[in-house]
């Protein structure tokens, strides 16, 4: 929840020094962006179970979002005219493979359905505006479906002294 950092109050008094009206000023503060490291597309996809090749679709999505602070921030609108852009773009033959795509990005919870052709995407994986905007959106999504979520890497060491 955003602080309030500084209030400021004004009286408009009338020629009797009645107050006739009151304004209220306020300065809020949604804290510091957090901390941030690049995390690529590719990789995005890797956790959340997904295909590599979905990642060309999902960057055809960011270049198509709206702003945070926009209404309805942060959402893409799908209707079959932008998804032949994407099939011409990416040299698709029909609009089957983006279909299936955005259902997996839905099922990776990397995108949400909010209606019929229109998804968000997921304010814990990216952001397109100011903090302050991606943090209201941040506070509308459920987070504890993702939390928690276990990963496993493996991890080989090489010897290189051994090859030599």
Sequence with gaps: MPKIMQSVETSVLDENGEIIDKRANK?????NEPSYVKLYLKDILYFSDLPKGHE???????KRVSYAGDNN?????LNIGVKRQIMSA???TNVRSINNALSELV????LFRVDTGIYKLNPY???????????????EINYSAIEGRTFQAVVEEVNHKDKL
Excluded: A, P, T, Y
Aim: positive net charge; charged residues 20%.
């Design 27 to 31: 300065v809020l503060s949604w804290g």
């Design 107 to 110: 099922k990776g919870q990397i």
């Design 125 to 139: 994986f990216f952001g397109k505006g100011d903090w302050q905007d991606i943090s209201r959106l941040r506070l």
């Design 56 to 62: 060309r679709v999902l960057f055809e999505l960011l």
């Design 73 to 77: 921030g942060m959402q893409i609108v």
């Design 90 to 92: 990416l040299n698709l």
